[in-house]
């Protein structure tokens, strides 16, 4: 196993407990020449954001099994080059959701209390102490937008602090707590006094929510945005701030966000006093990072016990039921006619029976899972004539 990149110890420690000793750690993201000496070796992998698991590196992790993508995005992995080696990836979509949730909810207090202007005023030597303008969140109404994971958190935080929570949702969904669905996007901006947006990067979503949505706010409200940078027309939000039009805003993701940490930070939203700015971190707590390490080694641990791929992203899903008494047959392999008879072929000429047997397809890619009890020999010959099966990309038996 392979572990770049500083991946949690809960991850390694997952590792260990299963049985996995052979495990290879480093701190941070390998040189590329360092990077594939290591893939050549690698049966499992597991890499965070900075690690580019291109078609070129793919092509020297000849014993690659599965890559485990601790933090949220694939996008630094080639995905379809993955899926054409036989090798599902695995990540951890939505273990951050409570750190991103938290901030909301204390966004929602500090914009309620005018905090954000207080604290810039003190800074600057100002002194104003005054209620004006300043707000308990009890009994005032919270409308979350993108009632998903993230969402349905913010809502279930925010009735136990005696918020009305009202939601808007493009798919039907189940109402937690007393939370209630707006009959439109429209209601709910006209209701609420915060409104937190929660809904993915999707063509529907981009610059969803500019000048006319904020018409429709109460005046004085406030907008959350610590979903996807695309999602608000930044210029008219900044125009709304300025003119007092809204009270003001928490803002965790912009429309151009920074490479890296030595790069400068540009915003029309910059220097006002009414606004929190935060640079992407949302989600960034060590809880997070914890959890997606447990997360992800349990995917990765499931597939290489189990056979199972629920939630891979590339890769055909199945989940699997233990298999106490037989052996695990794994046959991965384009997904052209003729492969399944072939399968088949193979235990049936032998006169072993199948226990059970899962396949899942996709335009490109078939998974097939035999479960049966040859004995120890025979089970090594069935894999040898599974590998040699027109299309086959990869075989694997569990014992
Ligand atoms: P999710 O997929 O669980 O929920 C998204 C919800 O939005 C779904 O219920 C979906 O039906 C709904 N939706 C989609 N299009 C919509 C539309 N046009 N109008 C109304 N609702 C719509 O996603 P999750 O995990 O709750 O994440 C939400 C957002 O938060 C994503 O954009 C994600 O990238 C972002 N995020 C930001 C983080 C940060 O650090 N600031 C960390 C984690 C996630």
New binding site residues.
């Given amino acids: 196993m392979l572990l770049l990149e500083g991946i949690s110890q809960t991850a390694a420690d997952a590792f260990a407990t299963a049985g996995y000793s052979d495990i290879r750690r480093f701190e941070k993201a390998l040189p590329v020449a360092e990077l594939h000496r290591e893939l050549a070796e690698a049966h499992i992998v597991g890499i965070r954001s900075r690690t580019q698991l291109d078609a070129e590196a793919l092509s020297h992790a000849r014993r690659l099994m599965a890559i485990g993508a601790f933090c ?1 995005g694939t996008n630094q992995i080639d995905l379809a080059a993955a899926k054409r080696a036989g090798v599902p990836v695995f990540n951890a ?2 273990s ?2 409570r ?2 949730a938290e901030l909301v909810i204390a966004e929602a207090i500090l914009l309620m209390r005018g905090i954000p202007a207080k604290n810039a005023q003190c800074h600057r030597g100002g002194w104003s102490k005054s209620a004006a303008g300043s707000h308990e969140v009890r009994g005032k109404t919270l409308g979350i ?7 349905t958190q913010v809502g279930v935080i925010a009735e136990a602090l005696g918020m009305h929570v009202v939601y ?4 039907s ?1 189940l109402a937690l707590g007393n939370a209630r669905s707006a009959a439109s ?1 429209d209601e709910l901006l006209a209701r609420s006094d915060i409104v937190t947006l ?5 063509p ?2 981009r610059m ?1 929510f500019g000048a006319p949505q904020i018409a429709t706010m109460k005046p004085g409200a406030h907008l959350i945005n ?3 940078g695309t ?1 608000v027309d930044i210029d008219a939000l900044a125009r709304a701030l300025h003119d007092g039009r809204l009270g003001g805003a928490a803002v ?2 912009f429309p151009v966000e920074p490479e890296g940490n030595a790069d400068a930070f540009q915003s029309p939203l910059c220097g006002m006093d009414n606004v929190i700015l935060t640079p ?5 707590t060590l809880e997070a990072q914890a959890n997606i390490g447990a997360e992800v080694a349990a995917k990765l641990l499931r597939y290489s016990d189990n056979g199972s791929t629920l939630s891979a992203v590339n890769f055909p899903e199945v989940t699997l039921p233990e298999h106490a008494g037989s052996n695990r047959f794994l046959h991965i392999h384009r997904n052209v006619p003729g492969v399944l008879s072939a399968i088949n072929e193979v235990f049936s000429s032998r006169g072993i029976n199948i226990d059970g047997q899962y396949l899942r397809t996709d335009p490109d890619l078939g998974y097939v899972v035999i479960d049966a009890a040859p004995d120890r020999e025979q089970a090594g010959q069935l894999r040898e004539a599974l590998a040699r099966i027109e299309g086959t990309l990869r075989t694997r038996v569990l014992y």
Avoid at 168 to 171: P, R
Avoid at 280 to 284: A, K, L, M
């Fill in positions: 949220i979509p939505y951050n959701t750190s991103v937008v993108g009632y998903g994971h993230i969402g808007h949702d493009i798919e969904k996007l929660h809904v993915p990067e999707t529907a979503t969803m610590a979903s996807r999602v965790d993701v992407h971190v949302g989600g960034s």
